[in-house]
């Protein structure tokens, strides 16, 4: 065996990991075992080597890249992957929590992680604090794919239908404190299920609380199904409509993957928008003809039909808070609300970028 088992290291989502020594590349590794008593479970190592072939087409700096599987000599399964030296999300947690600067980032990378995966059409499933590493450089590394399964199926009698088979369809598989309202259904899941999770990860980092932790395992999954989550008063406001997007109970009703990153990606850039603690909304009076207009031209987007507003008035009338107004509608239906700043040159007359 070129592989040399040097210590433990933990537990991973199917059994025992060790830290060993790849004799002929001379690197470390992480070794992967199925627990003993599944070793002789040819169903349960035909997920393992899906979990191979599923993870080793993954290529992204930010999640943990797998090498191949074998046996060792005495017959025993493993997967041999990059060992990544640091704590896990869930460790960090139980220690201290992030800065809201640190705990976006750690957002923003597992999104980037997971649009990955979803983009080859796998699917976590497992996603979890537990299962995702912090290495000694700080970043992120999304691991055990071992629950990852193939959305998309070809036809009947390939590998694809065979792998279906494995993961046994409408099987509950998961973290039950994780896992989606579709995926405790026992439905069919897609990368929508993983942005729940995602949302349940968000918010603890952000603020150590998770939104449907119960007593119980059990209460906690029926929280998950029809309580509305708890905590979100603690999150900046600016993260708030993100957050109850992500945790929505419906499927639909969660963000894309592109809102999900360019947000988190602007509030990386801005820290300073994280400083606002949450507050309750505003109540937005006056101008009711002007918002009506906006917010018609908004819907018009939904035609494709695009267009451009001008706002003009005196200073202090309230443009500004007009125009927040309506981005926060566009926001709160679907849509990509992006805004900027031009440096207000004294004297310029108005409109001057336009023109």
């Known amino acids: 065996m070129r592989y040399r088992i040097l210590e433990p290291i933990g537990k991973g989502g199917m059994g025992e990991v060790f830290l060993a020594e790849d004799t002929e590349l001379e690197r470390s590794v992480a070794l992967k075992f199925l627990p003993e008593a599944l070793q002789s479970d040819a169903t349960a190592l035909a997920r393992l080597r899906r979990e191979a072939k599923s993870a080793a087409a993954l290529d992204h700096p930010y999640i943990c890249k797998v090498y191949e599987t074998g046996e060792t000599e005495d017959g025993r399964a493993f997967i041999a992957m990059e060992y990544v030296e640091g704590e896990t999300l869930a460790s960090r947690l139980e220690r201290e929590r992030p800065s809201l600067i640190d705990a976006l980032r750690i957002g923003l990378e597992v999104a980037e992680a997971l649009e990955k995966a979803h983009a080859r059409s796998i699917v976590h499933r497992d996603l979890k604090p537990g299962n995702v590493m912090l290495g000694r450089d700080g970043h992120v590394k999304v691991m055990d794919f071992g629950l990852a399964k193939q959305v998309e199926f070809a036809t009947a009698d390939s590998e694809a239908e065979t792998i279906e088979g494995v993961s046994r369809r409408g099987h509950i598989v998961g973290a039950p404190g994780y896992m989606s309202p579709e995926q405790l259904r026992g439905e069919k899941v897609d990368g929508r299920s993983d942005l729940f999770a995602f949302g349940i990860v968000l918010q603890e980092i952000l603020t150590g609380t998770h939104p449907f932790r119960r007593n119980s395992g059990a209460e906690t999954m029926a929280a998950i199904l029809k309580d509305s989550p708890h905590g979100s008063e603690a999150l900046p406001a600016v993260i708030q409509p993100l957050v109850e997007q992500l945790l929505s109970k419906n499927a639909d009703g969660r963000p894309s993957h592109e809102h999900t990153r360019s947000e988190l990606r602007r509030l990386v850039a801005r820290p300073k928008l994280l400083e606002a603690g949450a507050t309750p909304e505003r109540i937005f009076v006056g101008r009711e003809s002007e918002v009506v207009e906006l917010r018609q031209l908004v819907e018009g987007l939904r035609a494709g039909k695009g ?43 108005p409109y001057l970028p336009w023109i």
């Open 307 to 349: 267009s451009l507003a001008l706002v003009g008035g005196e200073p202090g009338v309230g443009k500004t808070r007009l125009c927040e107004e309506i981005l926060a509608f566009a926001s709160k239906e679907g849509f990509l609300a992006l805004q900027g700043h031009c440096y207000e040159i004294e004297g310029a007359q």
